[in-house]
Nanobody
Framework: QVQVVESGGGLVQPGGSLRLSCAASGSILTIYSMGWYRQAPGNQRDLVASISSGGTTNYADSVKGRFTISRDNAKNTVLLQMNSLKPEDTALYYC??????????????WGQGTQVTVSS
Protein backbone atom coordinates (compact mmCIF):
# COMPACT_ATOMS: atom_id res chain seq x y z
CA GLN A 1 0.00 0.00 0.00
CA VAL A 2 0.96 3.60 -0.58
CA GLN A 3 0.18 6.48 1.75
CA VAL A 4 0.03 10.11 0.66
CA VAL A 5 0.04 12.79 3.36
CA GLU A 6 -0.36 16.53 2.84
CA SER A 7 0.42 19.42 5.16
CA GLY A 8 0.69 23.18 5.11
CA GLY A 9 -2.81 24.47 4.51
CA GLY A 10 -4.37 27.28 6.49
CA LEU A 11 -5.89 30.74 6.47
CA VAL A 12 -4.09 33.55 4.68
CA GLN A 13 -4.98 37.07 3.58
CA PRO A 14 -5.26 37.95 -0.10
CA GLY A 15 -1.82 38.57 -1.54
CA GLY A 16 -0.20 36.27 0.98
CA SER A 17 1.71 33.03 0.55
CA LEU A 18 1.43 29.43 1.66
CA ARG A 19 3.49 26.33 1.00
CA LEU A 20 1.92 22.90 0.77
CA SER A 21 3.95 19.76 1.31
CA CYS A 22 3.15 16.18 0.36
CA ALA A 23 4.96 12.92 1.03
CA ALA A 24 4.32 9.49 -0.44
CA SER A 25 5.44 6.37 1.41
CA GLY A 26 4.91 2.63 1.44
CA SER A 27 5.31 0.00 -1.27
CA ILE A 28 6.54 2.28 -4.04
CA LEU A 29 8.19 0.86 -7.15
CA THR A 30 8.36 4.15 -8.97
CA ILE A 31 6.42 7.41 -9.02
CA TYR A 32 5.69 8.71 -12.49
CA SER A 33 4.20 12.02 -11.47
CA MET A 34 3.03 13.90 -8.42
CA GLY A 35 0.90 16.96 -8.09
CA TRP A 36 -2.04 18.83 -6.68
CA TYR A 37 -5.71 19.12 -7.43
CA ARG A 38 -8.19 21.37 -5.68
CA GLN A 39 -11.90 21.34 -5.12
CA ALA A 40 -14.08 24.21 -3.94
CA PRO A 41 -17.61 23.57 -2.61
CA GLY A 42 -19.98 22.81 -5.46
CA ASN A 43 -17.16 22.49 -7.98
CA GLN A 44 -15.35 19.59 -9.56
CA ARG A 45 -11.82 18.62 -8.61
CA ASP A 46 -9.42 20.42 -10.94
CA LEU A 47 -5.71 20.09 -11.61
CA VAL A 48 -3.58 22.83 -10.05
CA ALA A 49 -0.08 21.64 -10.91
CA SER A 50 1.84 18.47 -11.64
CA ILE A 51 5.45 17.44 -12.03
CA SER A 52 6.92 14.37 -13.70
CA SER A 53 9.83 12.31 -12.45
CA GLY A 54 11.97 14.15 -14.98
CA GLY A 55 10.90 17.55 -13.70
CA THR A 56 8.42 18.54 -16.40
CA THR A 57 5.77 20.78 -14.87
CA ASN A 58 2.21 21.58 -15.82
CA TYR A 59 0.06 24.35 -14.33
CA ALA A 60 -3.53 25.43 -14.53
CA ASP A 61 -3.80 28.76 -16.34
CA SER A 62 -5.29 30.36 -13.26
CA VAL A 63 -2.16 29.77 -11.17
CA LYS A 64 0.63 30.28 -13.72
CA GLY A 65 3.14 32.82 -12.50
CA ARG A 66 1.90 32.57 -8.91
CA PHE A 67 2.37 28.92 -7.94
CA THR A 68 5.51 26.82 -8.21
CA ILE A 69 5.68 23.05 -7.90
CA SER A 70 8.87 21.20 -7.04
CA ARG A 71 9.78 17.63 -6.23
CA ASP A 72 12.40 15.57 -4.44
CA ASN A 73 12.48 12.17 -6.12
CA ALA A 74 14.75 10.65 -3.48
CA LYS A 75 12.30 11.53 -0.70
CA ASN A 76 9.08 11.06 -2.73
CA THR A 77 7.94 14.52 -1.74
CA VAL A 78 6.38 17.39 -3.64
CA LEU A 79 5.99 21.04 -2.65
CA LEU A 80 3.57 23.66 -3.90
CA GLN A 81 4.66 27.24 -3.23
CA MET A 82 1.64 29.52 -3.57
CA ASN A 83 2.20 33.27 -3.83
CA SER A 84 -0.11 36.21 -4.49
CA LEU A 85 -3.04 34.18 -3.24
CA LYS A 86 -6.56 35.21 -4.21
CA PRO A 87 -9.92 34.44 -2.60
CA GLU A 88 -10.73 32.23 -5.58
CA ASP A 89 -7.81 29.98 -4.59
CA THR A 90 -9.84 28.90 -1.57
CA ALA A 91 -10.40 25.16 -1.80
CA LEU A 92 -9.51 21.77 -0.43
CA TYR A 93 -6.18 20.84 -1.95
CA TYR A 94 -5.43 17.19 -2.68
CA CYS A 95 -2.02 15.71 -3.39
CA UNK A 96 -1.66 12.69 -5.64
CA UNK A 97 1.11 10.32 -6.58
CA UNK A 98 0.91 8.25 -9.78
CA UNK A 99 2.68 5.07 -8.80
CA UNK A 100 3.88 2.19 -10.95
CA UNK A 101 2.86 -1.34 -10.04
CA UNK A 102 4.29 -4.82 -10.57
CA UNK A 103 1.73 -5.55 -13.31
CA UNK A 104 2.71 -2.41 -15.20
CA UNK A 105 -0.54 -0.55 -14.58
CA UNK A 106 -0.03 2.82 -12.83
CA UNK A 107 -2.39 3.86 -10.11
CA UNK A 108 -3.16 7.23 -8.53
CA UNK A 109 -2.98 7.45 -4.77
CA TRP A 110 -4.57 10.44 -3.04
CA GLY A 111 -4.10 12.26 0.20
CA GLN A 112 -6.93 13.31 2.51
CA GLY A 113 -6.75 16.95 1.47
CA THR A 114 -5.64 20.14 3.18
CA GLN A 115 -7.79 23.26 3.38
CA VAL A 116 -6.56 26.55 1.97
CA THR A 117 -8.66 29.61 2.78
CA VAL A 118 -7.82 33.05 1.38
CA SER A 119 -9.78 35.73 3.12
CA SER A 120 -9.37 39.10 4.80
Amino acid sequence: QVQVVESGGGLVQPGGSLRLSCAASGSILTIYSMGWYRQAPGNQRDLVASISSGGTTNYADSVKGRFTISRDNAKNTVLLQMNSLKPEDTALYYCYARVGSANGVPYNYWGQGTQVTVSS
